[in-house]
């Protein structure tokens, strides 16, 4: 079985203290930061963008894990990997050339994900899946954080686990991930957990340790 990682997302943090909140979630024990991207046109909402990631980038050595829900996105691949990101996870839904997009990344020298939306199924990344080091499952719909887990997304981690086979490919999970649910989302396959609210609610850095010990105590089975 691979390494369990967890992946704050930091769209959840306190955006005016937003060099705190990733150097806390560092210290606190995160292994990836995961960064959330979005344009307002590929999902209903905007967050930041690579000059904003590149602002607290070097605050920690920690993986740089972007998630990016734009469309198009193959014009912004080498400002995410000049800003220092170490994954670069696209939309398979962002438009009609995924293969492209996966292969720019890794010319790029970064790690390729490929994320799919509830509606979308596995199938779509059978032709690409050597052409990927990640697959990131959304358990919610992309856009917003605090939403709830889509239990339907358990027999999609599982079907994207049978495709992985035995790959050097993560498979992370994304969207509604709590201490509650980790040890379900880990069973069916995932060892990247992203969680946004379950660990940044509150914004006290003072949580954050606990927080991110209980998704990953409750993760270890
Ligand atoms: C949703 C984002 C998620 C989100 C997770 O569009 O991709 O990373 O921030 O937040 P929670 O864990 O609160 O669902
Ligand atoms: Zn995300």
Not at 44 to 62: C, E, H, W, Y
């Amino acid at each position: 079985t691979r390494p369990l990682r967890i992946a704050p997302s930091i769209l959840s943090a306190d955006f005016a203290r937003l060099g705190a909140e990733v150097q806390a979630i560092a210290e606190a024990g995160a292994d990836y930061v995961h960064v959330d991207v979005m344009d307002g046109h590929f999902v209903p909402n905007i967050s930041f963008g690579a000059p904003v990631m590149k602002a607290v980038r070097g605050l920690t050595d920690k993986i740089f894990d972007v998630h990016l829900m734009i469309a198009p996105v193959d014009p912004y691949l080498t400002d995410f990997a000049k800003a220092g990101a170490d994954i670069i996870t696209v939309h398979a839904e962002a438009g009609p050339h995924l293969h492209r997009s996966l292969q720019a990344i890794r010319s790029l020298g970064r790690k390729a994900g490929v994320a799919l939306n509830p509606a979308t199924p596995v199938s779509v990344i059978q032709h690409v899946i050597d052409d990927c080091d990640l697959v990131l499952i959304m358990s919610v719909n992309p856009g917003f954080g605090g939403q709830s887990f889509i239990p339907e997304s358990l027999t999609k981690i599982r079907q994207a686990k049978a495709l992985i086979g035995g790959r050097d490919i993560d498979l992370e999970v994304d969207g509604g991930v709590t201490a509650d649910n980790a040890a379900a989302i880990v069973a069916a396959g995932a060892n990247v957990l992203v969680a946004g609210s379950a660990i940044y609610a509150g914004n006290d850095p003072k949580t954050y340790g606990n927080r991110i010990r209980a998704i990953r105590d409750a993760a270890s089975i």
